[in-house]
Nanobody
């Protein structure tokens, strides 16, 4: 059974940093795009950053220059380095992954979510 396991959320003061981690576990052929989304109470889930299988990143305008996404294909992991955090970054962050159980089949998976709280 494929799962995405997240870690690294928590509380931080404005201007601080956090690093989120997410690893795909289980039996599968390979991973495709991996990404981070966030969702506040009553809001839609929005894309924060994504990274293709060949390492091309994409960022929401609100986090450009502050957040960095990276991945380790050997461990099927994706990371989100968050710097210069602002109170408006407070949300639940979800890991996303396109996973190929076979070379010709793609399925999407979500992590369980991790809370990020930015407050003084």
């Amino acid at each position: 059974q494929v799962q995405l396991v997240e870690s690294g959320g928590g509380s931080v003061q404005p201007g601080g940093s956090l690093r989120l981690s997410c690893a795909a576990s289980g039996s599968f052929f390979t991973t495709g795009t991996m990404a981070w989304y966030r969702q506040g109470q009553g809001n839609e889930r929005e894309l924060v950053a994504s990274c293709t299988s060949d390492g091309r990143p994409n960022y929401a305008d609100s986090v450009k220059g502050r957040f960095a996404i990276s991945r380790d294909k050997a461990t099927n992991a994706v990371y989100l380095e968050m710097n210069s955090l602002k109170p408006e970054d407070t949300d639940v962050y979800f890991c996303y992954a396109d996973i190929y159980p076979t070379p010709w089949a793609r399925r999407t998976y979500w992590g369980q979510g991790t809370q990020v709280l930015v407050s003084s």
